[in-house]
């Protein structure tokens, strides 16, 4: 029996097997139902960029909402075996996960929400294996969510980098490495994309569906203008044509010729290969010659931040941005690398001690500190800390600036706006907040919440790095664990 929507099915097995087998390893040792804390983050920030958009939560949160081990997860786990032919699985334990309800408490970054490198995004506490069966359907949404979320958002930076308002259109769906292009279609419009090709997508989360013609179209008649015709006559009201088949010059010409001749007004047209920069000028003095001042230009093939951005920076007179292929597919960062590690246990602070790779000890939140209305700094803090009454700081804090070779700190002074970025989701497997789904809801939340961040942040080149620092007492935790698994 296949499952036809991971999601929805809620399946415990959205896991690796070793969540499986060290769940097992717990029980039969008496550890399962020992509590623990594990956090996820990542450490770099994509696209030689300085922020992530944060997204996914919503999907995270369909999976988990019904999670449970059906009749059928528990036979097809029955019948694993390992090489010599043994039960991978003892009944023992079958019987102890077939029964067990989900008792794991989350905090959550809200999607749209703009997070830094080592800062938890999500918060997970509870029976150690149930808090480890969550990792990887956790990751693999966060991971790639957010990864598209950002491009996309840096893309559509990059089209408006002049101050003009221009809209970019997602077309990613038959270069998209995903079944359907839901999640990257998801993804692309929490980032700022006005619409989708993907009409299931669109249809799936109600966000708006647009597109134009094929090249496949146009070689099915003799002449050109003979397809743009039948287009027109068949699409009044969607009018915008492919002119890039044959000669790009002369299929704006026919493009004018054929509405002219059906009357019917032509919104726009769109140029999908060569020296975007030249065509999209002569486009627009051709098109202006005719008296077609109307009529929008559309720019596409194989767009991303730079391409448009260079494209806005020559002038040239693009109105609308389609991008596919490299948004969809994070083509030049394909993978985040978004990790999900243990930084309490059984009640103790515990470490990873790794070159590049050292773990922040104990269960922990984030301040942001807000000045002049814009992010100024994040703290990475302890969970017990109550800091923060009517969204001002009740104390003053130091923290030390993460990567920093010198324990460079930063101080901030009671009284300074700030909010913790983690929120109370799930208690004892319950949920305690509705999350918000409407996509239209996210995207102007993540739009007013790049809005808050400074544009040095956000260049597509050479942008300033956002510090992120550990508070006083978190730091001091953490530079003693080290001494003491170093042997100091």
Excluded at 214 to 232: Q, T
Excluded at 361 to 373: D, E, M, S, Y
């Amino acid at each position: 029996m296949t499952r036809p929507n991971i999601l929805a099915n809620s399946t415990p097995l959205f896991c690796d097997l070793y969540h499986l087998t060290m769940a097992q390893a717990w029980f039969s040792d008496g550890k399962a139902n020992e509590t623990k804390t594990s956090e996820c983050y990542f450490r770099k920030c994509p696209f030689n960029g300085n922020y992530l958009l944060s997204a996914g939560l919503a999907e995270f949160s369909e999976w988990i909402e019904n999670w449970h081990f059906s009749d059928e997860d528990i036979k097809y786990l029955q019948n694993q075996t390992n090489a010599d032919g043994s039960k991978r699985f003892n009944d023992d334990f079958l019987n102890f996960i077939k029964n067990q309800p989900l008792q794991i408490n989350i905090d959550a970054v809200e999607e749209g929400e703009i997070v830094f490198p080592n800062e938890p995004v999500y918060s997970i506490t509870g029976p150690t294996w149930q808090v480890d069966m969550v990792e990887a359907a956790l990751l693999n949404i966060f991971n790639s969510q957010s990864l598209i979320a950002t491009k996309a958002s840096r893309i559509v930076l990059a089209a408006s980098s002049d101050g003009k308002n221009r809209p970019v259109l997602e077309f990613g769906l038959r270069r998209g490495q995903e079944l359907g292009g839901f999640s990257s279609t998801r993804a692309c419009f929490i980032g700022g994309m006005a619409g989708t090709s993907n009409v299931a997508a669109a249809q799936h989360y109600d966000i708006p569906v647009s597109g134009t013609m094929a090249h496949s179209f146009i070689m099915s008649y003799e002449d050109e203008i003979d397809a743009y015709k039948a287009y027109l006559r068949a699409s009044q009201g969607n009018t915008t044509l492919l002119v890039d088949t044959y000669e790009t010059s002369q299929g704006i010409k026919n493009a004018i010729k054929a509405s002219q001749e059906t009357n019917i007004p032509l919104q726009g047209i769109r140029i999908d290969s060569g020296d975007l920069a030249y065509w999209g000028k002569e486009a627009r003095k051709i098109l202006d010659d005719a008296g077609f001042n109307h009529t929008k230009i559309i720019a596409s093939n194989d767009l991303d931040e730079y391409s448009i951005k260079k494209l806005v920076e020559q002038g040239t007179p693009y109105d609308i941005f389609a991008a596919g292929t490299k948004v969809v597919t994070a083509y030049d960062n394909p993978a985040l690398g978004g990790v999900f590690k243990t930084k309490q246990y059984a009640g103790r602070p515990v470490i990873k001690v790794a070159e590049g790779k050292t773990t922040i000890p104990n269960k922990t939140n984030v301040l942001r500190v807000i000045r002049g209305g814009k992010y100024g700094s994040d703290i990475i803090q302890s969970t017990t800390a109550d800091v923060i009454a009517e969204g001002k700081l009740t104390t003053d804090i130091k923290s030390f600036i993460i990567g920093s070779n010198s324990a460079q700190a930063m101080c901030f002074a009671k009284g300074e706006e700030a909010y913790t970025l983690l929120k109370p989701l799930m208690r004892n497997g319950k949920f305690v907040k509705s999350v918000e789904k409407d996509l239209k809801v996210l995207q102007a939340k993540a739009k007013d919440n790049l809005q808050k961040l400074d544009n040095k942040y956000k260049k597509i080149k050479n942008s300033t790095v956002y510090q992120v620092g550990i508070e006083n007492s978190v730091y001091t935790l953490q530079q003693n664990l080290i001494k003491l698994h170093q042997g100091r």
